[in-house]
């Protein structure tokens, strides 16, 4: 099943040059795992509450090879140079199938209350 590592990210005061350098290195990092960009920092067009900052998600063909990226040695010798200059939430999570049934789901919650 896909997955995606979503991240919601600060704006920063000014742009720290590590955060480039970071930028610059991490496809590197995602290949091995088939991870891709399908979001990096477009405009945000908040409908409710409140969103400061940028969105960024990437996609990858299962749960295991998301977290392989995260926890491989190449992404974390790189993960400071985002990490010390930007604020912000980083989270793995599984997609849906193609079949997915929002009211299906309500049903079997439904029933479990």
Request: charged share 20%; no cysteine.
């Amino acid at each position: 099943m896909t997955a995606y590592a979503i991240a919601h990210l600060r704006d920063p005061e000014e742009f720290h040059p590590e955060v480039l350098e970071y930028m610059e290195n991490i496809q590197a990092t995602l290949d091995p795992f088939s991870g891709r960009f399908i979001v990096h920092g477009g405009a945000v067009d908040v409908r409710e509450g409140q969103w400061p900052g940028s969105v960024v998600m990437i996609e990858f063909p299962s749960v295991e090879n998301a977290r392989g990226w995260y926890e491989s040695a190449a992404y974390q010798a790189i993960l400071p140079l985002r990490t010390d200059h930007l604020a912000g939430e980083v989270i793995i999570v599984e997609g849906v199938g193609p079949d997915h049934d929002a009211a299906a789901k309500a049903a079997g919650i439904r029933r479990s209350l």
